[in-house]
């Protein structure tokens, strides 16, 4: 028997319905979204091994957002907004790179230390005196954790550090030492013409997994079960089928993979995945680690963002499984894309009724309802006028 770490007991008369429809296709929702679930709430930029020399940095760009970071001369990773303090512009073009000894804006030739302090202002004397930490790159809160950078665009925000926030998780991820995992192929991004709560309701519930991933089933099959977001995360976890192979990555995977002798008995052969509210997931396998995520580009069009983390000294038989896993992910994957392109259409439908969902859909109500909780606009089966959706979200905020 596979083990749950939560007691996550399914209520007997729960409400079966998932978002609204009109949710999915509103811009001015959409909006809402941006502010009150990405920009407040904690979102993976990489891993450490990213950037393990001073000077090195990655980018990320995303809902209207530009976030850097960077490997001081300290050895200190720090979050800023890659926005200079003179007109505005990039201080790196690029989505991963090395800066050597400074940050040089590429519009006028400002210059930022790695800490982020103004180093100087190029023609200096066409300013008054500049505060070096007053006009310094704009910091974002970061969080290290297990190796996993995260960052956060607005200050503060409604959840609580990532190491609160991962705590249920933590002794069991521990295992993984995913903190001393190096990079396998880089960070991978992809669009998707879906609105990416559909994305994630397709990745929230493995009752799809039996029909529509036939890598999946052959894998691991009935063993694999969720258990639903609880104060923000939830897990999902599954191990290999006794009868796996009837598939070609899946037999040789199972072959090939070794049992690693530093995990103990129940994730030897498990793939665990944790979802981390509001649009991101870590998977473990026994042989890697990675991190996937989702970004809306508009109401039709999402930003797939991801990397895949490898054991340093990994042997032969571990780069292979890796190979494996991935390839069964990679299908895995495009699958999904489908199966959310067409649940997301139908919903412009006037046919389209509403979700009604299995217990074993649970996990997409307690993600709807961590949303729900932020946007209580979206408890509205019918959809507002455009222009009031703002005004009334913020009027329900405050009623609860």
Same mark, same amino acid.
């Not at 669009?191 to 036939?214: F, L």
């Not at 002798?261 to 509001?278: E, M, N, Q, R």
């Given at each position: 028997?596979? $083990? ?6 399914? *209520? ?50 995303? #809902? ?17 907004? %890659? ?14 790179? %090395? ?6 804006? *590429? ?31 704009? +910091?974002?809160?970061? &969080? ?13 925000? $409604? ?23 190096? $990079? ?8 998707? +013409? ?7 309701? #397709? ?24 258990? *639903? ?22 037999? %040789?995977? #199972?072959?090939?993979? $070794? ?14 995945? @944790? ?11 026994? &042989? ?7 970004? +809306? ?13 490898? @054991? ?28 959310? #392109? ?33 946007? *209580? ?24």
């Amino acid at each position: 028997m596979n $083990p749950h770490l939560r007691d996550v007991a399914i *209520p007997n008369d729960w409400d079966r319905r998932g978002l609204p429809g009109w949710s999915y296709h509103s811009d001015a929702l959409l909006e809402l979204e941006k502010e009150h679930v990405f920009r407040n709430h904690w979102q993976i930029v990489g891993h450490v091994s990213d950037i393990p020399n001073a000077g090195d940095y990655l980018t990320m760009d995303v #809902v209207g957002e530009r976030a850097l970071i960077v490997r001081g001369k300290d050895g200190v990773v720090r979050g800023f907004n %890659n926005m200079c303090r003179h007109r505005g512009s990039r201080v790196v073009a690029d989505s991963q790179g %090395n800066c050597k000894n400074a940050l040089v804006c *590429p519009f006028h030739g400002w210059v930022y230390n790695l800490d982020g302090t103004l180093r100087g202002a190029a023609r200096p004397r066409s300013f008054p005196d500049l505060d070096k930490t007053e006009f310094g790159l704009m +910091p974002l809160d970061l &969080e290290v954790w297990m190796g996993f950078i995260f960052i956060r665009f607005r200050n503060g925000g $409604p959840q609580p550090s990532v190491a609160e926030l991962m705590k249920p998780i933590e002794p069991e991820f521990a295992h993984y030492n995913a903190a001393d995992m190096v $990079p396998s192929w880089g960070i991978w991004t992809q669009k998707t +013409p879906v609105n990416w709560k559909s994305v994630r309701d #397709v990745d929230n519930e493995g009752y799809h997994v039996a029909m529509a991933h036939p890598a999946l089933q052959d894998l691991y099959g009935a063993t694999y079960f969720d258990e *639903p977001f609880i104060n923000g995360v939830s897990r999902s976890f599954a191990t290999y089928n006794p009868h796996a192979g009837r598939r070609w990555s899946v037999k %040789n995977y #199972v072959k090939i993979a $070794p049992e690693p002798t530093h995990l103990p008995d129940y994730l030897k052969k498990a793939w665990v995945y @944790y979802g981390i509210f509001p649009n991101a997931v870590i998977s473990v396998m026994p &042989e890697s680690v990675q991190f996937y995520q989702e970004f +809306p580009l508009s109401t039709g069009q999402t930003l797939l963002r991801g990397a895949i983390y490898r @054991y340093r000294d990994e042997s032969r038989e571990q780069a292979a499984a890796r190979y494996l896993s991935f390839r069964i992910d990679r299908d895995t994957m495009s699958e999904d894309v489908q199966l959310s #392109v067409w649940s997301n259409e139908s919903m412009l439908s006037e046919a389209f009724e509403g979700f009604y969902l299995s217990d074993l859909e649970y996990g997409v109500r307690t993600h709807h309802d961590h949303l729900r909780k932020m946007l *209580p606009v979206l408890g509205l089966e019918t959809a507002p006028e455009e222009k009031d959706m703002w005004n009334l979200n913020d009027a329900l905020r405050s009623r609860s």
